[in-house]
């Protein structure tokens, strides 16, 4: 059985996709995230890369709603967010976060200014800001993500700390 602590931590974790802080999540959220991070960076949303994030944000929204829009309305209200995530989550942490690989590959490659398939721990820092994440929290966070301690973060660290992101304690 998963624990309410488990479902806490979770549902702490609505807030970062509720973009717009209007209580639930939608397809508006994610493109307002695709839209800040290109704003941080000065990409424009016509570049190839604007059109990869706009796309991954597109099918992250698709997989979200996908396990969690039990009434089909097209949004995801914190309930069906903490229910979806729980379930999906004890099936296989891994797979949940490859619903996010489209937009976090996208949101690499805008913050991978050499294009070696990597980002600077303060890039990566940089995108999770422009996603919400307070200053000290998104160093910290971007920190913890350079596993192999070489400064630059790449795509198989960012999609092993999103699942771990749902399962760890805060």
């Known amino acids: ?22 209580g639930y999540i939608d397809r508006l959220d994610f493109s307002g995230a695709a839209k800040a991070v290109l704003a941080e960076f000065g990409t424009a949303a016509r570049s190839d890369k604007g059109q990869a994030l706009y796309g991954g944000a597109e099918a992250f929204w698709q997989g979200m709603a996908g396990i969690a829009d039990r009434d089909g309305d097209q949004r995801i209200t914190r ?9 999906r989550l004890r099936d296989n942490p891994d797979r949940f976060a490859e619903i996010a690989r489209p937009f ?11 294009g070696d398939g990597s980002a600077t721990v303060e890039d990566t820092a940089r995108v ?4 919400g994440v307070p200053e000290d929290a998104a160093r910290a966070a971007a920190g913890t993500l350079d596993t192999d301690s070489d400064g630059r973060i790449g795509e198989a660290e960012i999609i092993s700390a999103f699942a771990r992101y749902f399962t760890v304690p805060e």
């Open 128 to 131: 999770l800001r422009s996603l």
């Open 104 to 114: 976090l590959h996208a949101a690499l490659a805008v913050a991978d200014a050499d």
């Open 79 to 87: 309930e069906e967010f903490v229910n979806g995530a729980v379930k």
């Open 1 to 22: 059985m998963v624990s309410s602590e488990y479902e806490r931590r979770i549902a702490a974790r609505f807030a970062l996709f509720d973009q717009d802080g209007n």
